[in-house]
């Protein structure tokens, strides 16, 4: 099985072909660097997201305040996060940065505010 990628780690873009077998990698081409070879290990392998989305608040000056994890994380563990989050209401002032949900699905990262919203 071929797979093709394309790296984002600038703004080339190579397109970055995989051979897999049994889901392992057995060759890669495109990639125009090391970095590019990493990416794509990694988004095969165990592919992370950034997740970002937004929380509702209650008696704050917006209704949602944006947030997002403190690092990447498991890309099969997006769905179960966003279901945490959806749990959350902040009825209290944030600044960027304060965690709201402290080591989200114990992967070791936070989910954190990035607007001030008072
Ligand atoms: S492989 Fe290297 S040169 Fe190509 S897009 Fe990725 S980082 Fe840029």
């Not at 093709?4 to 600038?10: F, G, K, P, Q, R």
Request: glycine share 8%; hydrophobic share 35%; charged share 25%.
């Amino acid at each position: 099985m071929r797979r093709n990628l394309t790296c984002i780690e600038c703004p080339t873009g190579c397109t970055i072909t995989a051979t897999l077998e049994d889901r392992t990698i057995v060759d890669l081409e495109g990639f125009g660097c090391r970095k590019g070879y990493d990416y794509a290990t990694s988004e095969i392998n165990h592919p992370e997201r950034i997740l970002t989305t937004t929380v509702p608040a209650r008696g704050l000056s917006v209704k949602m305040i944006p947030v997002r994890t403190s690092g990447p994380i498991p890309k099969d563990s997006l769905r179960h996060a966003m279901c945490e989050i959806r749990q959350l209401i902040v009825c209290h002032p944030v600044e960027v940065g304060d965690v709201l949900l402290a080591d989200l699905l114990g992967l070791g990262v936070d989910l954190v505010a990035t607007r001030r919203v008072v």
